[in-house]
């Protein structure tokens, strides 16, 4: 009887320790993304017992861009300036997770999701003209033109990670491999007043830019100059994220 008697008195106490470690939602700060410039936070919900639905936000502020070497292999061309090359970009992710063992936002997981993505683009481009006439006439000048505009993604992709439990309120999300695969288009303008000789200049320039596998056009007229892209868009994820459950 005096045993019944203790584990009923304990019983508050078992359940407030188990409320500490309970809730069924989490706010989650991406650090991950830290180094490459971009602040990533996503907020998770219980649906289910293994299953859970997020929404994330990423943001990076327009400049320089991380890999840059790599991007210069991606578009073979030496008339656009890469040192002067900018990008911002925005993301929200709308994630399903599934988790395969005992639920409750813990342990091994696999998560598809759906990528919304826009990129803030200053790109520019060198060219070289001769003036044919006036006073100038037989002078070569180098000139950039700066296009500025944005490429819209959307992409599906499916992610695997492990999350774990700290302490009470707290969780560590290990996201170890994701990968999304979608669509593109961009629209990038340079708005100035082009004489003959530096029509044909930016022309040519733009001509040689090759940015395979994307569909790139552009126009050259008196008022400036449009670039357009149309093509696939992929990209990986890995990150590391420290949550508050609630």
Partial sequence: MKRIIVILLCLPMFAGAQSLIGGKNV??????SLALKNYHFTYERV?????T?????RTMPKGDVPFKSQLEKAIESDDINFSNFQMG???????GRIYLGKGGMRGFYIAPYLRFANFDLSTPVK???TSTSGPTAGQSFSKEANFVGKVKSTSPGLMIGWQIQLASKFVLDLQLLGGHYG??????????TLNSDEQNALNQSLKDIKADPFKFTYT????GAQIKTDG?????RANIGIGFRF
Avoid at 47 to 51: F, P, S
Avoid at 89 to 95: L, Q, S, Y
Wanted: hydrophobic share 40%.
């Fill in 47 to 51: 649906i289910a017992k293994r299953v």
């Fill in 89 to 95: 970009n925005t993301a929200w992710t709308v994630e």
């Fill in 127 to 129: 060219y070289t003209y």
């Fill in 27 to 32: 706010i989650r700060w991406n650090i991950g």
């Fill in 183 to 192: 669509t593109s288009k961009g629209d990038l303008n340079f708005a100035t």
């Fill in 53 to 57: 639905l997020s929404l994330s936000y």
């Fill in 232 to 236: 696939p868009w992929a990209g990986v």
């Fill in 220 to 223: 050259v007229n008196g008022s």
